[in-house]
């Protein structure tokens, strides 16, 4: 017992040495606490004691070498901790290493929920993107590490003044196998393959005025998307053009289909009328027959030049069924002309009209507009479709439908600009 509570001179050499190791890791723990501490701003108070509990410390710990170097000194001396039982100081140092490594693990957890100087530079290194802030000097107030390595690639150094960056990035970069890809943004290819957008702001807060902020963007997948969209465009394109020759075609061969059925019907009809009239001369019936049988047989000829209707009833139904088929709706104004001949080459026009619309103009409507009073019939024909080309000029169809038009007396106008007007003019038959 009397053993038990000897002093920390009289006790064994190991246990001073236990005794010490653990007074050395008591010390490195309340280094760390009060630099943990310090770091965080924990509190004026909470500082003072660590410090205070680092210092006592550290006074234990002299005093325990002092004594621990005295013992093995053959001459005399008077000991420190001489009435201080070993087995006490023991126990209080376990105590004090447990208690700090506690608060060690309790500062922890207080450090990662609250903000601090340290967590801030920490969460601005972590982003993705750089991040640069500085004053009107152009010294750097904040720079993350992204934004370092995007100024060395750009100057060549790391990122020391504002100024440098900004000329480099506004001007023509200092170093090779970096392209600027847009001399409007500030849009940059890097020798790695990925493509950053710089971007500046002028500070607006009040206490903040004067200081700038810079953020370098990656948009290297927004970049190689937009490629791949323009890419697949021009592929798009070619493929229209290629559908619009096909549709050319096929509108070609539906009108040769057409043309072939109407003059096989205009052929029986024509062969009808010729076999009536022969009839009429053989028999020597009245002149109004013959002139009935005449006007049919002309009706006849220009159906073979312009339509395959037999009235004007079924003329319309057939020119608005073609209009359909090319995805086209015809909007009237008025009525068609009593005269036959005017209302074949009114029909004539509309379906002319219809195709270059569809085929030229890529619309969906063609507007008619006819109007008579005592000098004839006024015709307008427009549709809502792309204004034709510059110096677009009449092609075979229009030019065919001016000839017949004028072979009656009439007169044809088209006008191109600033959008396609064509213009009919019939006169009244005596």
């Known amino acids: 017992m009397v053993y038990s509570m000897s002093g920390f001179i009289k006790d064994t050499m190991k246990l001073q040495n236990l005794l010490m190791i653990l007074m050395e890791i008591c010390l490195i723990l309340e280094f760390i606490l ?31 070498l002092s004594d621990h170097q005295r013992r093995q000194d053959t001459h005399s001396y008077k000991p420190i901790l001489y009435s201080l039982p070993i ?33 801030v530079y920490e969460a601005v290194n972590n982003v993705p993107c750089g991040v640069c802030f500085s004053d009107a000097l152009g010294r750097i107030i904040l720079s993350n590490v992204k934004m370092q390595e995007l100024c060395r690639i750009l100057t060549g150094n790391y990122l020391q003044n504002f100024e440098i960056l900004r000329n480099a990035i506004n001007s023509e970069p200092v170093q090779k196998n970096i392209v600027k890809l847009n001399s409007d943004s500030n849009v940059f290819y890097l020798p790695d393959g990925s493509v950053w957008l710089f971007q500046e702001y002028q500070l607006k807060e009040p206490d903040l005025k004067g200081y700038v902020q810079t953020v370098a963007i990656n ?11 323009k890419s697949n465009n021009e592929k798009l394109e070619q493929l229209n053009r290629k559908l619009e020759e096909m549709y050319e075609k ?5 009108r040769e289909q057409e043309t072939l059925a109407m003059k096989i019907k205009v052929h029986d ?40 209707a037999n009235n004007k009833e079924d003329q319309y139904e057939d020119t608005e069924k073609h209009a359909r088929e090319l995805g086209i709706s015809i909007q009237i ?33 063609v507007y008619v ?60 038959k005596r």
């Open 269 to 308: 009809n024509f062969g009808r009328s010729l076999l009536s009239i022969r009839r009429i001369l053989e028999k020597k019936e009245e002149p109004d027959n013959m002139r009935a049988q005449l006007e049919t047989l002309k009706q006849q000829v220009y159906i073979l030049t312009s339509s395959t």
């Open 333 to 365: 104004q008025g009525n068609y002309p009593d005269d036959l001949i005017y209302g074949w080459l009114t029909d004539r026009a509309l379906r002319e009209c219809v195709t270059n619309c569809a085929r030229h103009a890529h619309g969906t409507a």
């Open 219 to 229: 948009v290297s997948e927004l970049y190689y998307n937009n490629e791949k969209i």
């Open 34 to 64: 009060l630099f943990s501490r310090i770091m965080r701003s924990a509190g004026k108070w909470k500082i003072v004691g660590s410090s205070v509990g680092l210092f006592a410390s550290y006074l234990f710990m002299v005093g325990l």
């Open 369 to 428: 507009e006819i109007k008579r009073n005592m000098d004839g019939y006024q015709i307008q024909i427009t549709n809502d479709g792309e204004p034709p080309l510059k110096n677009a000029k009449e092609g075979g169809g229009l030019s065919a439908l001016r000839k017949a038009v004028e072979a009656e007396h009439g007169t044809m106008k088209t006008f191109f600009e600033p959008a396609f007007y064509l213009f009919l003019n019939f006169p009244l």
């Open 87 to 119: 087995y006490a100081l023991v126990i209080s140092v376990i105590l004090l290493t447990v208690y700090l490594i506690l608060a060690i693990r309790r500062e922890r957890k207080e450090c990662n929920n609250t903000l601090s100087p340290w967590s």
């Open 250 to 254: 096929i509108g070609d061969e539906i």
